[in-house]
Nanobody, 122 residues
Framework: VQLQASGGGLVHPGGSLRLSCAPS????????MAWFRQAPGKEREFVAA????????GYADSVKGRFTISRDNTKNSMTLQMNNLKPEDTAVYYC????????????????WGQGTQVTVSS
């Protein structure tokens, strides 16, 4: 599965961004989808994930209540709605996919998108 991520950019603290991830060549059916992020000098960390088939989802504590992961059936894509963004959310965001249930360890994912930069700054 090849993944294409988009939607990053520069936003002020308190602002919102919406990231999208779409597969090329197939649907997400049977997969779990996730977003990870990596800030300079830090390890890649889990942000959110969902099971494509039943919408079950999970979030990192740092983004609960601010970020929402969902799927767009019409576009066969996954989205991450990010609200009330903070400077500490600044990172390159990656979408990822794996067969079966979602995991929070990036090592458990074999399909990755190219990353999209999110910068939160005044």
């Amino acid at each position: 599965v090849q993944l294409q991520a988009s939607g990053g950019g520069l936003v002020h603290p308190g602002g919102s961004l919406r990231l999208s991830c779409a597969p090329s060549g197939r649907s997400f059916s049977g997969y779990s989808m996730a977003w990870f992020r990596q800030a300079p000098g830090k390890e890649r960390e889990f942000v959110a994930a969902m099971l494509w088939s039943d919408h079950g989802s999970g979030y990192a504590d740092s983004v609960k209540g601010r970020f929402t992961i969902s799927r767009d059936n019409t576009k066969n894509s996954m989205t991450l709605q990010m609200n009330n963004l903070k400077p500490e959310d600044t990172a390159v965001y990656y979408c990822a996919a794996r067969g079966g249930l979602f995991r929070t360890n990036p090592a458990d994912y074999i399909h990755w998108g190219q990353g999209t930069q999110v910068t939160v700054s005044s």
